[in-house]
Every structure is written in structure tokens, then in C-alpha cells.
């Protein structure tokens, strides 16, 4: 079984569109029926957007803890309040209360407490779903505004989808994986095979490519780059490609703006089966071509 994690160092590359499409383009080739798909962007997740699944199970995560005042035992003297560093806690109509958003959950208020009438409460901050769609089994999350713990519940999702895939004896597990270089970027790359990164040639764009292969390098998982919108910059396309060329990755492809895509999205289906003949679905296809044959290499090192 092989990881393949679609990252972007920043959001609106297109990458979620890609690995929907290639969602699609899998159900029809060598990995038919043996994909299981994870969707680790679990602060913004929306590939169940495009692939419509139904949801077969949904269970509460946990994560990160909130101070709690017994207003029973309370005595109102203030100590709680003194010594927050969050300014978390405040003297309400003569009660103190825990303004649980910006509670950092460092329980100085808990040893500070007289009375002993504070406690740490552990709280739920998302939800963790399994679902079916129509390219295979999609394990998904959803982290509420505030909560703690992403890298954590990125970890859940990929442990039950990887989980399934050896159970079920699937040869792929295709990862959507979050933005950015931060906790959830690692615990998404953790273990993957490899990495295909969907940047586009901005500034923000190309900047933020280069610290996204940074990190996947530093975890050892050898990256891939596709070019996104390639035809509104062609300066930017070659400063990527000269960039990689001189660092030794593989551009994949470019994949150049076509507004066929937002009508797919719209239409919830993945651009190469929405529209395959259009340029985007044309280019995409042509990528997943390449990226298929470099999985089937990296199968055939480790065997």
C-alpha cells in the first residue's frame, strides 16, 4: 500500500480539485476499486464538496482543555482572574467566568484557586467522520473555529484511513493534506511514499512552495511539483521549473487556468469527469499519467 499526500504551501492552488480528479482518474485505472481517500486539510476540509459522499459514521473529537469554575464553591476573591495571562477569566454580575476561546488551558488559575473550585475540562473541538463516496471510502474531519489539536486530528484521520486500506488490502491511500508547513503539514506527510505539491506561479505562491519542499525533505519524502494556473505567469512557470530543475525534483506538469474547473465544483464532480476533454481536465490527466507511473516505480524499489 502507497501514500500519496497532495500538499500546497498556500491556500486556493487548486489542490483539492486535483486530488478529487484524481480520485476519478484512479477509479478508472490500475488503482480501480483500491483507493481509500483521507481528507487532512481538517481546518478547512471540503472534498466531500466535490466526491458527495454518504456518511456512513461521525464521532466527537476531543482535544485541549478549558478551566471551569464551580460558582458553588467559588468565593469570588479574584485570584483566578490576577493571575490569567489570557485575560480568559472575568468578574461577571459578581461571578468569574471562563471565556473558553481564549483559555490557553495552562491551569495557572487551577493552583491558584483557594477553594480548589476550578478544574480542567476537556472539550470537543471537531468531529471525525468515515463516509463512502463514489472512488472509495473517504475518512474526513472537521476541526470547529478555535480548536486545539489539528496536527492530532490530522494523525486520527490518516490512522483510520491507512487503518482501512491494509485491512481491506487497497493498493493507495490518496491524502488531500492541508496548506501551510505547520503541525498538521507533518503529521499529514508523516509516512507517506510521495508528495505532489500543487503551487501556482504568484509570489506568494512560488515563496510559499519552497519552505512547503523544505519541510517535506526535512521528513525525507520525496517530492513532486505540479504547476497550477501556469498560463496567467509564465515568468513565475519558469523561475518554479528552474528552481526544481536546480534542486533536483520532478515538475510533473502545468495545468493552465480554465474556468471548466469552477463549473465542475459547482456541479460537485471532479473536473477530468465533469468535463474530461476541457484543458484542465486534459492537463490533469496527463499528470496523474506520470505521477501513477512514478508510484508503480517507487512500488517496484521497495519490493
Not at 63 to 80: F, H
Not at 214 to 232: E, M, P, Q, S, Y
Not at 281 to 298: F, K, N, P, Q
Request: charged share 20%; hydrophobic share 40%.
Amino acid at each position: 500500500m502507497k501514500q500519496l499526500v497532495i500538499l500546497s504551501g498556500k491556500g486556493g492552488t487548486g489542490k483539492t480539485s486535483v486530488t478529487a480528479a484524481f480520485a476519478h482518474l484512479a477509479s478508472l485505472g490500475p488503482f480501480a476499486d483500491q483507493v481509500v481517500l483521507a481528507d487532512a486539510d481538517v481546518d478547512a476540509a471540503n472534498l466531500q464538496l466535490v466526491l458527495r459522499p454518504q456518511l456512513r459514521e461521525q464521532e466527537e473529537f476531543r482535544g485541549g482543555q478549558v478551566a471551569l469554575i464551580d460558582q458553588d464553591t467559588c468565593v469570588r476573591c479574584g485570584d483566578c482572574e490576577s493571575v490569567c495571562r489570557f485575560a480568559a477569566i472575568d468578574e461577571n454580575t459578581g461571578d468569574y467566568v471562563v471565556d473558553p476561546i481564549a483559555c490557553d488551558g495552562c491551569a495557572a488559575c487551577v493552583y491558584q484557586c483557594p477553594t480548589g473550585s476550578i478544574a480542567m475540562q476537556e472539550q470537543v473541538v471537531g468531529t471525525f467522520s468515515v463516509s463512502d463516496s463514489r472512488y472509495g471510502p473517504l475518512y474526513h474531519a472537521d476541526l470547529f473555529p478555535g480548536g486545539e489539536n489539528s496536527g492530532k486530528l490530522v494523525t486520527l484521520v490518516k490512522q483510520r484511513a491507512r487503518a482501512r486500506a491494509l485491512d481491506d488490502q487497497r493498493q493507495l491511500l490518496l491524502v488531500d493534506g492541508p496548506p501551510g508547513i505547520g503541525c498538521p503539514v507533518i503529521s499529514a506527510v508523516s509516512g507517506a511514499d510521495l508528495a505532489l505539491m500543487v503551487t501556482e506561479p504568484t509570489v506568494a505562491g512560488i515563496h510559499d512552495l519552497r519552505r512547503t519542499l523544505d519541510t517535506v525533505r526535512h521528513f525525507g519524502v520525496r517530492a513532486l511539483v505540479c504547476i497550477n494556473k501556469a498560463d496567467l505567469y509564465p515568468a513565475g512557470v519558469q523561475e518554479i521549473e528552474s528552481y526544481c530543475h536546480a534542486h533536483g525534483i520532478t515538475t510533473l506538469g502545468s495545468i493552465p487556468f480554465d474556468l471548466t474547473v469552477a463549473d465542475a465544483m459547482v456541479a460537485g464532480e471532479a473536473i477530468t469527469s465533469y468535463r474530461p476533454g476541457s484543458p484542465a481536465g486534459l492537463a490533469i490527466s496527463a499528470v496523474w499519467e506520470r505521477l501513477t507511473a512514478t508510484l508503480m516505480d517507487v512500488e517496484t524499489l521497495a519490493n
